[in-house]
C-alpha cells in the first residue's frame, strides 16, 4: 500500500512538472523578486537631490538590470551639485557604484573582459560605447576613454535609472561591464577612482624615470592622492613622501604607504616648503612628483620639489579650477622635467584595477579606509555636503547604509 501510495506521488509530480509552461526561450533571465517601480536619487536643482519612485524598466536582450549596492561620492558628484557645470539637471548622479545582476537580456553571455556573466554576479561599469562599436579592451590600450559617455552623467531621459545613486540601474546594450564578484564590496565601490591613478601611475613611466628606488612626492591626500600613494606602495616604490594640509589626511598617508608626510601649512612660502620636502628625502630633491589636488596653486609649487631631469605627472583638474602661474624658463625648460597629464583610464586600465586592490589588500594596505562615512539613499542630500565639507575621505551612498 505504501509504496503503491509512493507511486502515485511520484507520477502526479512527473505529470505536474510536465503542465508548466516553460519560459519562452526570449524572455530575459530573472532572480524572480524584482520590485515593480525603482527609486532614483534626483538632482532636481543646485544642493537637491529628491529620491524620485519610477517603474522598473523593460529589459532587451542586451540588458542588464542590476540592483545598486553601493556608490561612492566623486568630485565631480560634488561639482555638479553644487553648480550643475554639465548643464545636466535634472540628472541622476553616481559613477562609481556596483551592485548584483538581477534579470538579464538573452544575448548576454560574458563581460567586457571575456569573463562569463550570470544572475547573482557583482558587477561595475566603465563606460558606453554604443556610437563606437569598434573600440574594444585591446584597441583602448593606448586610448583613454574620456570622450564617451557614463553613467551617472547622462541626460536624463524616459528610463530614468541612469545613475547609480540609486536602488536599480539598467545597463544598456553597448555599455562595459566587469564581473567582480572575487571582490568585497568596498573595494568594488573604489574600483572607479582606483582606475584614474592605475592610469596615471601609466602615463608616469612611459616618462622612463619613474622607477623601483625614485624618490617620490604626492601632493594633495585627498581620495586621489592616497589611492596614488597606495598604488606605488604596491609597485615596491619605498620612497614616498606626502604634502598636504591637513594631519588627518597626512596621517592616513602613511597608512597607505608613504614614507614621510610634509604639512604644508607649517611652512612659510614656496621656498621653505620645498626645502622640507627635499630634508623629506635625506636632503634631495624628488624624482618624480604627481599632483592630485585640482588646485593651480598648487600645481605652480610642485615644480619646486622635483630635481633637474625630473618627472611629473599631473592628474588633479578633472574640471576646469583655474590658469596656474608657472615660469617655464626655470620650472621646466632649465630642469629638462619630463611631463605627462593623466585623464579617466582605458578598459585596459579597469581590468589592472581588479589586481592592484587584491594585491594591496595582500600586503596589508586598508585601502577600506579610505571609505570614511557611508549614508542611505534618503540621506544623499547630507551625503553631499558632507563631501561640501571636506568631512572624511570618500563617502558613499550604501543602500543598506543603516544596517551597517
Not at 505536474?16 to 536643482?45: D, E, R, W, Y
Not at 624628488?286 to 619646486?304: E, L, M, R, W
Not at 547630507?382 to 551612498?397: C, D, F, S, V, W
Request: hydrophobic letters at 40%; aromatic letters at 6%; proline letters at 4%.
Amino acid at each position: 500500500m505504501d509504496a503503491n501510495m509512493n507511486i502515485e506521488e511520484i507520477v502526479r509530480q512527473v505529470l505536474a512538472g510536465m503542465n508548466q509552461t516553460a519560459p519562452a526561450a526570449s524572455a530575459p533571465a530573472s532572480t524572480g523578486s524584482i520590485p515593480k517601480t525603482a527609486h532614483v536619487a534626483m538632482l532636481t536643482g543646485l544642493e537637491h537631490f529628491d529620491v524620485k519612485e519610477y517603474p522598473m524598466p523593460e529589459v532587451g536582450d542586451d540588458d542588464i538590470l542590476v540592483r545598486v549596492e553601493g556608490c561612492g561620492v566623486c568630485g565631480t558628484d560634488a561639482h555638479e551639485f553644487k553648480r550643475d557645470p554639465f548643464g545636466l539637471i535634472p540628472v541622476a548622479l553616481g559613477h562609481e557604484g556596483t551592485g548584483e545582476i538581477v534579470k538579464m537580456g538573452k544575448n548576454v553571455k560574458k563581460d567586457s573582459a571575456g569573463k562569463d556573466l550570470k544572475l547573482g554576479d557583482k558587477v561595475v561599469t566603465c563606460m558606453i560605447f554604443k556610437d563606437n562599436p569598434d573600440i574594444t579592451m585591446y584597441d583602448l590600450n593606448k586610448q583613454n576613454v574620456g570622450g564617451a559617455d557614463v553613467y551617472g552623467l547622462l541626460p536624463d531621459d524616459d528610463v530614468h535609472l541612469n545613475g547609480w545613486f540609486s536602488d536599480y540601474i539598467l545597463i544598456r546594450g553597448g555599455s562595459t561591464v566587469f564581473n567582480v564578484s572575487d571582490l568585497d564590496l568596498d573595494s568594488r565601490i573604489l574600483i572607479e577612482p582606483c582606475a584614474v591613478l592605475i592610469h596615471a601611475v601609466e602615463r608616469a613611466k612611459t616618462t622612463g624615470i619613474l622607477r623601483f628606488n625614485s624618490r617620490v612626492v604626492v601632493q594633495g591626500c585627498g581620495p586621489i592622492g592616497l589611492i596614488c600613494i597606495a598604488i606605488l606602495r604596491t609597485m615596491g616604490i619605498e620612497n614616498i613622501t606626502a604634502v598636504d594640509g591637513n594631519e588627518m589626511r597626512l596621517g592616513f598617508a602613511k597608512e597607505m604607504g608613504a614614507t614621510e608626510t610634509v604639512n604644508f601649512m607649517e611652512h612659510k612660502g614656496i621656498e621653505a616648503l620645498a626645502a622640507a620636502v627635499e630634508a623629506s628625502f635625506g636632503g634631495h630633491p624628488a624624482d618624480f612628483g604627481f599632483q592630485c589636488t585640482g588646485s593651480p596653486v598648487a600645481h605652480s609649487n610642485i615644480y619646486k620639489f622635483i630635481r633637474n631631469g625630473g618627472g611629473l605627472c599631473e592628474l588633479g583638474f578633472f574640471i576646469n579650477g583655474g590658469d596656474a602661474t608657472i615660469n617655464p624658463h626655470f620650472d621646466i625648460c632649465s630642469k629638462e622635467l619630463t611631463m605627462v597629464g593623466s585623464w579617466v583610464y582605458t578598459l585596459r586600465d579597469y581590468a589592472t584595477t581588479f589586481d592592484f586592490l587584491k594585491r594591496a589588500k595582500g600586503i596589508g594596505l586598508p585601502l577600506e579606509k579610505l571609505i570614511t562615512h557611508r549614508f542611505a539613499l534618503e540621506d544623499i542630500n547630507e551625503a553631499l555636503q558632507t563631501n561640501l565639507a571636506m568631512k572624511g575621505l570618500k563617502i558613499a551612498i550604501v543602500n543598506d547604509a543603516k544596517n551597517r
